[in-house]
């Protein structure tokens, strides 16, 4: 019980971070409007239901990328990671604590994003909405964990993408097909399956991204 | 003056000697199988009815495909006895792996594209699941590259390269289901790379290839393992003289 | 508490502590000292668990919890205020009577009148006093400190000596720093690090 106190208690200072410094969410925000912008001059003219389900999932996705790759910047720049990692908590916590708050931003990006292109483009269904909460769960579980090990590095925020696209595929699959299939239950399951999979895996090896 | 029986010497760690099969045999073992293999593939195979001469590529693309998939499971049974063991030599080890691993996929790619366009007149075929996981794969351990190369030599650099050597396996089935998955909403299937139908010299000939493409990925394997070590140990040589 | 043997450390091509030996026990105050470049930052580190060493061993008779560092960076959130710091420390270490506690530490390194600002808004002296409140707040039994004194000022410093004075004998120390003379009344041992 106490680890999740401890996961409470990061994720609390992380959220109060992001409220304090107010440049993340305000830029995913913007972010997601441009790039719907840009889609409909970059798509013929009346596009298919189908190829905007996939372009929102390709803005998703980046405007995701956006806020992941500002999620451990205050334990990089201010070296706060060491004062963390001193501490008798688990490491996973630390992994688990950043992935909520992230996954609050993102959810909160997505609250505005998806009326949106629902007025641009075309309406959503039910379908779509529940595989953005899955895949929304998948992304913040792996890009949360490669964002720290993006940011020991020297490359840092050019690393990121590169290290998250490969890994990002099986969600898009997943919750394009959700979104567009006449049976989207298969695909749900899916983002189920490789939530509770990549879950399991960074929860078990965040440890060994923190130490040195 | 530095003698092997010296101080300084006794701080070089060595380099190992285990019950291991000698390079050269090894070296030799490979040529006679590869030349074996081509020599099946070549004038004993029997021609395929429907694909005529084009399909023997398939004996070295399958082939080089396990291989890849060989390499990429050692990358990750070493990163794990690296993450278990804290031992420097099983970092390396895997990085030999992943980095075998990435020559074999590439080598995947090429012949698979080349029988796409001796086959359907196209150098690319979305429709093959083999080709694009392993497009998915090479992308996934080009970027273990990038990750290697931005870090400095050190416990942080074999961590988080054995992590992700780690992540990769356990990508390979999520991605092939997820591959699977994408055909009914991508497109139908049209083209497909059907492999021959096993019995009699396909079968030996096949075996052949796959015996032979894993002897040899072993031997570069062992080669390039090899020179690595050398040069951590040229490296230590110099410091104990400096 | 601490043995060290035949320590080294590389970061990439760089050797930057070799062979080093020590013996810190229980109550005992070891002294580092050296130039720039030393390796005094990253033995400490080594001592702490923040770092694993290359070469040698390391053994430690203390758990993760009962450790306290201070390094060059006060490792406090700038966006965050004092008191929130040392709230969100404080939960971590499972601190018990985690408010008294926190009051009594800010009181004590005259942080209590602002401890509702933004560490950013601080002057460097006054981080250090709050780094050193973090350092404390869980009454650790080995404090590794690194240049502790660097980034005081001087209501800092003699705030320290006298938190020095009053631990000294009761918790170990090991400290790094570029003034050893100030520390000679307390030091049990000393450790020169060559370049």
């Not at chain 1, 925020?157 to 299939?181: K, N």
């Not at chain 3, 070469?55 to 060059?72: C, D, N």
Request: charged share 15%; glycine share 8%.
């Amino acid at each position: 019980m106490s680890y999740f106190r401890d996961v409470g208690a990061l994720a609390r200072k992380d959220l109060l971070l992001e409220l304090r410094a107010r440049d993340t969410l305000p830029a995913m925000l913007l972010f997601v409007a441009s790039v719907f912008v840009v889609f409909h001059f970059a798509l013929p003219a009346s596009p298919s239901r189908l190829a905007t389900i996939g372009l929102l999932w390709v803005a998703i996705l980046f405007t995701a990328l956006l806020g992941l790759g500002r999620a451990f910047v205050p334990e990089r720049e201010q070296r706060t990671m060491d004062g963390l990692v001193l501490t008798p908590c688990d490491r996973s916590a630390i992994w688990l604590a950043k992935s909520l708050a992230t996954l609050a931003f993102l959810a909160a990006a997505e609250v505005v994003a998806l009326p949106l292109y629902a007025v641009f483009f075309h309406p959503i269904g039910g379908a779509t909405v529940a595989a953005v909460v899955l895949a929304d769960i998948g992304i913040c579980a792996v890009g949360t964990f490669l964002g720290a090990m993006a940011v020991a590095t020297r490359a840092r925020d050019l690393l990121l993408p590169l290290l998250f696209l490969p890994l990002a595929i099986p969600i898009v699959v997943g919750a394009v097909g959700a979104s567009v299939a006449a049976s989207p239950a298969r695909y749900l399951g899916f983002l189920v399956l490789y939530d509770a999979l990549f879950a399991v895996v960074c929860w078990a090896s965040f440890e060994y991204v923190v130490a040195e | 003056m530095w003698s092997p029986s010296s101080p300084a010497a006794a701080t070089i760690p060595d380099v190992g000697r285990t019950a291991r099969i000698p390079l050269p045999a090894l070296a030799a073992a490979s040529l006679v199988l590869v030349t074996t293999a081509l020599v099946l593939v070549f004038f004993v195979a029997p021609t395929d009815a429907n694909q005529g001469f084009s399909q023997r590529i398939f004996y070295f693309h399958v082939s080089i495909a396990i291989t890849a998939y060989a390499c990429f499971a050692g990358a990750a049974w070493k990163a794990f006895r690296y993450l278990s063991k804290r031992d420097p030599r099983a970092d390396l080890e895997s990085y030999v792996c992943v980095h075998q691993g990435v020559i074999f996929g590439t080598l995947v790619l090429l012949t698979g594209s080349i029988w796409a366009k001796i086959s359907w007149g196209r150098w690319w075929l979305w429709s093959s699941d083999q080709l694009v996981l392993f497009l998915v794969l090479f992308l996934f351990y080009c970027a273990y590259f990038m990750l290697r190369f931005s870090l400095d030599p050190g416990p942080q650099r074999a961590n988080l390269s054995a992590v992700y050597a780690l992540f990769g396996v356990v990508l390979i089935p999520v991605s092939f289901a997820a591959i699977r998955l994408a055909k009914d909403i991508i497109h139908p299937v049209v083209f497909t790379l059907h492999g021959p139908n096993f019995g009699g010299w396909i079968l030996v000939t096949y075996c052949v290839a796959q015996v032979a493409m894993l002897i040899l990925a072993y031997t570069l394997y062992r080669v390039e393992l090899a020179g690595k070590l050398l040069d951590g140990r040229l490296r230590e040589l110099s410091e104990v003289l400096a | 508490m601490l043995i060290a043997r035949r320590l080294g450390r590389r970061y990439g091509e760089k050797r930057v502590l070799r062979g080093i030996n020590l013996e810190l026990p229980s109550g005992g105050f070891l002294v580092v000292t050296g130039a720039n470049g030393s390796g005094k930052t990253t033995l400490l580190r080594i001592c702490a668990g923040l770092a694993q060493p290359t070469e040698g061993t390391i053994e430690r008779s203390v758990l993760r919890a009962q450790v306290g560092y201070l390094g060059h960076e006060p490792l406090v959130y700038r966006e965050l205020t004092a008191f929130e710091n040392l709230e969100l420390y404080g939960r971590l270490y499972r601190v018990a009577e985690r408010g008294e506690r926190i009051g009594m530490l800010l009181e004590r390194f005259g942080l209590w009148d602002v401890r509702h600002e933004r560490v950013a808004s601080y002057s460097r002296g006054m981080t250090q006093r709050l780094a050193l409140c973090r350092v404390l707040l869980h009454e650790p039994e080995l404090l590794v400190l690194d240049e502790p004194y660097s980034a005081l000022d001087e209501a800092g410093a003699e705030l320290l000596d006298a938190q020095l004075a009053e631990l000294r004998g009761e918790r170990t120390f090991l400290l790094a720093t570029h003034e050893p003379a100030r520390l000679e009344p307390f030091a049990t041992g000393r450790l020169a690090l060559a370049a």
